[in-house]
């Protein structure tokens, strides 16, 4: 499979009026598809969020979206998702581990998938949310949409998986899928102040992209009837030396700067689990430059405007956990 597809694909279906309100389902609808349904539906369009506990339901409502009560991995539940032109599939196995991760990004993928791939009007559109971990290690080195993805752990390894069958499966059921592979997400509630403030920072590079800017890039594309059958990197302008940044936001909080060790004293630790150390072992600094040639334009182009309301609060007293 290549990383990037034909640029001619980006014309789409000539029947199809993404300019029109479209029928969108969010599935897995939490940090990025609560914000992502917001946008979506102030442009109009008809969102339904899909998660499967009553708190995530609650959320997905209180967002102001159609809820439904389904689970990517029953299938059974999946008769219950309604018809749609765009698909989001941006369901979170919850931080565990690579056998989680199969069952609700590559199992949960497919089912999804098949859940519309039979009705009369199956979906246009299916974008489904990826990682910049799936590129493994490139000493510093710059990559895009062109660079081989190397995933080094079990868990990137099947996220490199899911991507086939986001473009692959989809298009045997007639749907055209997107990769949004996503580098760091920030954002309120995850601006993780405290770990930067506190330190000890670790050496390495950042490549960020603020919870507001993840959710546009998506609607964008999807709005603007780009990257079908595609791969697009979605990170802000400035790939970041970590160092750098914590002494930055240090001196933004007015606080000293914060203790700082290399890599090679964060891997002399012998608790360090196995999955910790090949991430720490791997670099690289992610380009936007395809997504910014296709005209998306970010509220957020670096960490200085996407951390301004978290500086705001801690110097405003707010508890540096909490922002």
Not at 45 to 50: I, K, L, P, R, S
Not at 98 to 127: F, H
Request: net charge negative; proline share 6%.
């Amino acid at each position: 499979m290549s990383d990037a597809g034909d640029p001619g694909n980006d014309a789409g279906d000539p029947g199809n009026d993404p300019a029109q309100p479209q029928r969108v389902v969010i599935v897995g609808c939490g940090y990025v598809g609560l914000e992502l349904g917001r946008q979506l539906t102030a442009a109009c369009h008809e969102v339904t969020g899909v998660r499967r506990s009553d708190a995530g339901l609650s959320a997905v409502s209180e967002a102001g979206l159609d809820a439904c009560r389904a689970d990517a991995t029953d299938p059974e539940s999946l008769t219950a998702l309604p018809d749609a032109d765009w698909v989001v599939f941006a369901a979170s196995s919850g931080g565990r581990g690579a056998e989680a991760a199969r069952e609700v990004y590559v199992d949960g993928l497919r089912n999804t998938i098949a859940a519309y791939a039979d009705r009369p009007s199956p979906p246009e559109r299916l974008v489904y949310t990826s990682s910049t971990g799936v590129y493994g290690d490139h000493g510093g080195d710059v990559v895009d949409e062109e660079t081989p993805i190397e995933p080094t752990t079990e868990k990137t390894r099947v996220l490199a998986e899911a991507e086939r069958v986001a473009r692959e499966a989809a298009a045997d059921a007639g749907i055209d899928g997107t990769v949004a592979r996503f580098a760091g997400l920030y954002g309120p509630d995850r601006y993780r102040l405290d770990w930067y403030i506190d330190g000890p920072v670790t050496e390495g590079y950042l490549n960020m992209v603020h919870r507001d800017d993840a959710a546009g890039a998506i609607g964008f594309l999807l709005a603007e009837d780009h990257a079908r059958d595609d791969v697009v990197l979605v990170v802000d302008d400035e790939p970041v030396d970590k160092w750098e940044f914590a002494d930055w936001l240090a001196a933004e909080c007015e606080v000293p700067e914060p203790p700082k060790r290399t890599i090679d004293e964060r891997l002399a630790d012998p608790d360090l689990s196995a999955a910790a150390r090949r991430r720490l072992q791997t670099s690289k600094r992610c380009s936007n430059d395809r997504l910014r040639a296709l005209g998306y334009e970010f509220a957020y182009p670096t960490y200085r405007e996407g951390y301004r309301d978290a500086i705001d609060a801690y110097r405003s007293g707010a508890d540096p956990a909490e922002i």
